[in-house]
T-cell receptor, first 115, second 111 residues
């Protein structure tokens, strides 16, 4: 499977718990992007990472949210002390380079539900 | 800040009719514009990508036009089929990586 892989597909957490979302980019892609889709809204950019570097995290809430893309392994979006408002679909995308002529390929997303 | 608007929010047509989906954006300084398809509970499938220097792109029954100066793009789907039922998203890249999305147009093609 050469596509962007996200897991889990569905994640249920209680308020105050931690959520970890994983994303493995397409083979040969070293640029990863995370987007959030709230109910009835469009996708919103959160963060852009390259291997071991955060390039732009301007769309990510300052508190409780963090992202990483280690040298080995998938990219991780981590949400600490989740609240009801964190319920959303979180999408990961990857591209071969960061150039504007490169399309971003999206995974199927992780649906996060907060009880 | 780039704002992307899609009209209409929902569209229902009989099979065989042509579809016209509209997208407008506020900042004409863009790198490219992409049209995506999203099925319920699924991810996004890229349909067409138009570079800022291009006026249109075509793939099979799909044709997308771009008028950068007026901040508009239109996606045409010819001879619609029930399998075309989905939500269609327009996304604009104002730098070389950050996509700004519209809220989408949900299309239903009636058999």
């Amino acid at each position: 499977n050469a596509g962007v892989m996200q897991n889990p597909r569905h994640l249920v957490r209680r308020r105050g718990q931690e959520a970890r979302l994983r994303c493995s980019p397409m083979k040969g892609h070293s640029h990863v992007y995370w987007y959030r889709q709230l109910p009835e809204e469009g996708l919103k950019f959160m963060v852009y990472l390259q291997k071991e570097n955060i390039i732009d995290e301007s769309g990510m809430p300052k508190e409780r949210f963090s992202a990483e893309f280690p040298k080995e392994g998938p990219s991780i979006l981590r949400i600490q002390q989740v609240v009801r408002g964190d319920s959303a679909a979180y999408f990961c995308a990857s591209s071969q380079t960061g150039g504007g002529d490169q399309p971003q390929h999206f995974g199927d997303g992780t649906r996060l539900s907060i009880l | 800040k780039q704002e992307v608007t899609q009209i209409p929010a929902a569209l229902s047509v009989p099979e065989g009719e042509n579809l016209v989906l509209n997208c407008s954006f506020t900042d004409s300084a863009i790198y490219n514009l992409q049209w995506f398809r999203q099925d319920p509970g699924k991810g996004l499938t890229s349909l067409l990508l138009i570079q800022s220097s291009q006026r249109e792109q075509t793939s099979g029954r799909l044709n997308a036009s771009l008028d950068k100066s007026s901040g508009r793009s239109t996606l045409y789907i010819a001879a619609s089929q029930p399998g075309d039922s989905a939500t269609y998203l327009c996304a604009v890249s104002s730098n070389d990586y950050k996509l700004s999305f519209g809220a989408g147009t949900t299309v239903t093609v009636r058999a």
